[in-house]
């Protein structure tokens, strides 16, 4: 059993930054590639990053060059720094550990002015 825990969310203007944590138990996260998720009021949610073992990356067009995703396996941590922020922006991020049932409990990032 895994369990995945986000933090780092919160209120931030247009522009400003935030860097989300997942820290995820156990000791098989160096070996599955790590995702973010979000999901805004009243839609689906939908994929933003994705980090392999590897260490590749890629991202969804909607962030691309405003959001980075990175790993750190020595903590069991991955990590979304979030830059120029939009209000459409906002939602509820998770990590998920792909291919595995494992998801976190989300935490809010709200971008309002």
């Known amino acids: 059993q895994v369990q995945l825990v986000e933090s780092g969310g919160g209120l931030v203007q247009p522009g400003g930054s935030l860097r989300l944590s997942c820290a995820a138990s156990g000791s098989i996260f160096r070996i599955y590639n790590m995702a973010w998720y979000r999901q805004a009021p009243g839609k689906q949610r939908e994929w933003v990053a994705t980090?392999?073992?590897?260490?590749?990356?890629t991202y969804a067009d909607s962030v691309k060059g405003r959001f980075t995703i990175s790993r750190d396996n020595a903590k069991n941590t991955v990590y979304l720094q979030m830059n120029s922020l939009k209000p459409e922006d906002t939602a509820v991020y998770y990590c998920h550990m792909v291919g595995q049932d494992y998801w976190g409990q989300g935490t809010q990032v709200t971008v309002s002015s």
């Open positions: 980090i392999n073992s590897g260490y590749s990356t």
